[in-house]
């Protein structure tokens, strides 16, 4: 389980290897944790909506901070998650996205062919090519406003990529990156290990030291 104090602790080291915030994503969240949200509203969002959160996951919202500090762009906090939008069609896609948490996540093996199609690189793809799928309904892709069943999105990378989490079916827990046209590719076996390999991350001195000069190589050009 994680603690706060000791997440933290890891965060502001972060932020003293980086102070002005120059790694891809960090000045939207600093390095800092939103508060944790009640047990009462994660349980009222599970009920309502027939679906169950991992156990490691909730601990984190609850106990350490909902959402914030995180990869790239942060976690999203589950804070938001009755939020309702302004325009009654952005509402539908939020109520559809919610009740399809409750519904098996389906993947098949992406094939050699599928790579073209999709936002993932060839070279990735044939470095492990069995950590790369689709999502398919009955058959054939899904034809719907939310077209992504039993996945919570936890946060972004930038663009079309996204990071989230099954919420049901043989692999909930695990944690899988997606271009968000239905393709997808393994990340980790559990928020836990997904978070841990974040915060392992930002740890390395010396990784540190090599994004900071590669991102301002970027700003300079």
């Known amino acids: 389980m994680f603690q706060r104090k000791e997440v933290e602790k890891i965060l502001s080291h972060a932020k003293q290897m980086d102070p002005k915030y120059e790694r891809f994503g960090v000045s939207r969240h600093q390095y800092k944790l939103n508060p944790p949200i009640r047990m009462e509203f994660v ?6 909506y027939h679906f169950q959160l991992p156990e490691d996951y909730v601990q984190f919202i609850t106990e350490v901070g909902d959402g ?30 919610r009740r399809s948490l409750a519904n098996p996540f389906l993947l098949v093996p992406m094939e050699p062919d599928d790579v073209e ?44 990529w996204d990071f989230g ?34 915060l392992d991350h930002i740890s390395d001195a010396e990784q540190c030291r ?12």
Not at 166 to 177: N, P
Request: net charge negative.
């Open 117 to 160: 199609y999709s936002g993932f690189s060839k070279e990735a793809y044939e470095k492990n090519p069995g950590d790369f799928f689709v999502e398919v309904g009955e058959g054939d892709y899904k034809e719907r406003l939310c077209d992504t069943d039993g996945f919570y999105m936890l946060g972004t990378h930038g663009c079309q």
């Open 165 to 198: 989490m099954v919420t049901a079916g043989e692999r909930r827990g695990q944690v899988f990156d997606t271009d968000n046209e239905g393709n997808f590719c393994f990340a980790a076996h559990s928020f836990y290990e997904y978070y841990q390999n974040w």
């Open 43 to 48: 349980r009222a969002a599970e009920k309502r």
């Open 210 to 221: 090599k994004e900071l000069e590669m991102w301002r190589n970027v700003r300079e050009r």
């Open 68 to 97: 914030g500090a995180g990869p790239d762009y942060g976690i999203y906090p589950f804070g938001n998650f009755f939020w309702k939008a302004e325009s009654p069609g952005a509402e539908r896609f939020r109520e559809e996205y």
